[in-house]
């Protein structure tokens, strides 16, 4: 993983685009550099269903348990489509101008997106949110989910959020969720779920829905992580905003989860090792499925 300016990778914290942490102070402008502007809606990676889910069939009654993914029921998500949305993008930082035009997401005009922040060692939350994507994009398929991310690789630029919640939307997803890493002050810990507040705007019909969400995301990530609960933000790691354009532009039901602070020490660890993202996806697909099948 190339080392980024800090500079870079205080965005997410300071500028609260898409994340919780508000109120710090400091640059937050991506590196010079650039060229064309965000990801057309084209790229935007659209994954199928597979017919069978891995492990379907093995044993007894299909009643066998994939130790990856967890999954004991083979399509029990079946018709179901989830929208994921992984927070920013590795290639950011080079098109400052694409990434701070800004947009309107009805409570106010905000930056398109921001880099990310990181842990002090250089993993960035795009890298981060990217790899967890993948996981939860897998294991939700194999337990027959159509899923759907906002983005198609870690390398280029965006999209926009006002992008990212139109995905959702057009893809009239049961449910969406969006996943970053905080980079608030190194003394704060724990995870914490964002939820949508009434705004009078679209997202007011699905308010209650992202709040069912949300609480089923919050035990699912706590109980099969570990991760406290946020010291720093909101109650009982639960969080209500109106300045996320990803939450005020969605139809659909929507969270973003903010699974630890990335400038905590112990919290970068864990970061960074594969098996606890696997944990991370793992309880998150539980989560959502938990929402989705009450
Ligand atoms: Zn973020």
Known sequence: MRALPVTLLTACGLLATACGTAGASGSASPAAGGHAAG?????????????????????????????????????SLAGKVVVIDPGHNGGNYRDPKAVNRKVNVLT?????????TSTNDGYTEAAFSWDVSNRLAKILKSRGATVKLTRSDNNSVGPCI????????RA????????????????????HVIM????????????????????????????????????????KALDFRSDLGGLNLS???????ECGNMRNAAEAAKFRDPAFRQRVALALANGMQHYLQP
């Not at 930056?111 to 990310?116: I, L, M, N, S």
């Not at 006002?162 to 939307?169: D, H, K, L």
């Open 108 to 116: 106010q005009w905000k930056a398109c997106d921001t880099t990310g």
């Open 39 to 75: 990801v057309p809606a084209g790229q935007v990676a659209t994954q199928a269903a597979p017919s069978a889910a891995p492990g379907a069939g093995r044993g007894a009654g299909g009643a066998s348990r994939d130790q990856a993914t967890g999954t004991a029921r083979a399509e």
């Open 162 to 169: 006002t992008q990212r919640a139109a995905i959702g939307n």
């Open 196 to 235: 949508p507040k009434k705004i009078n705007g679209p997202v007011d019909p699905v308010v209650g829905d992202s709040r069912r969400l949300g609480l089923a995301v919050r035990d699912a990530y706590h109980k099969g992580t570990g991760v406290p609960y946020s010291t720093y933000i909101g109650s």
């Open 251 to 257: 139809t659909v039901p929507k969270v973003f989860i």
């Open 172 to 191: 009239k997803a049961d449910a969406a969720i969006s996943i970053h890493g905080d980079g608030s002050a190194p003394g704060n810990h724990g995870f």
